[in-house]
């Protein structure tokens, strides 16, 4: 184990030097904002990127328990303890991590320009809204895709022509009930999170079921067909498995 001292030394060379940063280390977890959180002492995982964004993880699971963007970091050493203080002025967030003890540190100035491609899922759909907004309405202003719920990732977030604070379901495929509860679980918690009473939901995709259609409107939220953009249909450029099969049994006969 590293001692904290040591520990606060490399990190502040390498918060200066902007790279990359894994603590593997017993802490406690304290999150002031919104609202308030505590998570007492356990074996985490804190990550710190070159942009200041901050991600406390356990040791299972795929989403981290406290998170922060564009973080002012701060550390010194508090009553035997390597505090890490890292702030949101602008959103009026803050969160404290105390580290006990120290199982391993590592840096380094990680570089990528590459961005990644996906096909044959929703992030089409996404960034095809988001390089034309007006697939929407005329006005549509997207904003990051990396508005964050408990729920998962929202796949387009932004404002309407009426700056009223929109959430946007995608769906490369026929829409059916699970689409439209997902919508309503992020538009209520985006509602909760920055107490807000309206707030738009919109589910986008080719086509919807009609029950899921009634539920839609129930909750007062609107369904917008759009067509996915046109990709490589693998299957069609590919015999199917009874193909073969008749083949074989042809071939053998």
Known sequence: MLELRTTLEKLDKALKAFETIVIGCECKAEYYGRAKSFLGFGARLLLIKSDRTVLLHQPTGALPTNYMKNAIIKASIKDDYLLIRCEDLKA???????????????????????????????????????????????????????????????????????????????????????????????????????????????LAAPDITGNALVMLKDFGFEFKKINPPKRLDISQNQSRLEHFTSKNMQEKA
């Open 92 to 202: 009026k967030e803050r969160l404290d991590v105390y580290i006990a003890k120290v199982y391993f540190f590592n840096s380094y100035a990680l570089k990528d320009n590459e961005k990644l491609k996906l096909s044959g899922n929703e992030q089409e759909m996404s960034d095809y809204i988001l390089e034309n907004p007006e697939l929407i309405e005329e006005g549509f202003k997207p904003l990051s895709r990396e508005e964050h719920t408990r729920y998962g990732f929202i796949d387009v977030f932004g404002y309407d022509k009426n700056n009223v604070l929109t959430v946007i379901e995608c769906k490369r495929y026929k829409a059916g009930l699970d689409a439209v509860q997902q919508l309503r679980r992020y538009v209520e918690k985006i509602k909760s999170s920055k107490g807000l009473t309206k707030v738009r939901g919109i």
